[in-house]
């Protein structure tokens, strides 16, 4: 049974995933670089979670899922903004009575 044409094919989700991912994978890279260079992970933690103050790099790597997860949502959001618009109906469509 052949596959409907208005479903996208895996190759399209996958492509689709990847424009969300990986920018903002580069974003959260940067973002975490520069965010933690002003502000040290167990200062932080002191402040806000004193129970979860493990490491540095426990606070390395919440920070860069965080930006990670934020970036992700910024990117789906553009993604969705740039689809394109379905054809609209035309009057030649319409029945005349």
């Known amino acids: 049974m052949p596959k409907p044409a208005s479903s996208p094919s895996s190759a399209t989700v996958l492509r689709t995933i990847g424009l969300i ?3 903002a994978f580069v974003v959260a890279g ?20 004193p129970a979860l103050a493990d490491s540095r790099l426990t606070g390395y790597s919440l920070g860069f899922f965080m930006f990670w997860g934020v970036a992700s ?11 394109p618009a379905p054809p609209a109906p035309s009057r030649l469509d ?3 009575d």
Do not use: C, G, H, Y
Not at 30 to 49: N, R, Y
Not at 74 to 83: F, H, P, Q
């Open 21 to 23: 991912v990986w920018p």
């Open 30 to 49: 940067l973002a975490t670089l520069v965010f933690f260079a002003m502000i040290d992970p167990l200062a932080l933690a002191a402040i806000s979670w």
């Open 73 to 83: 949502l910024a990117s789906s959001l553009t993604w969705l903004l740039l689809r």
């Open 94 to 96: 319409e029945e005349w």
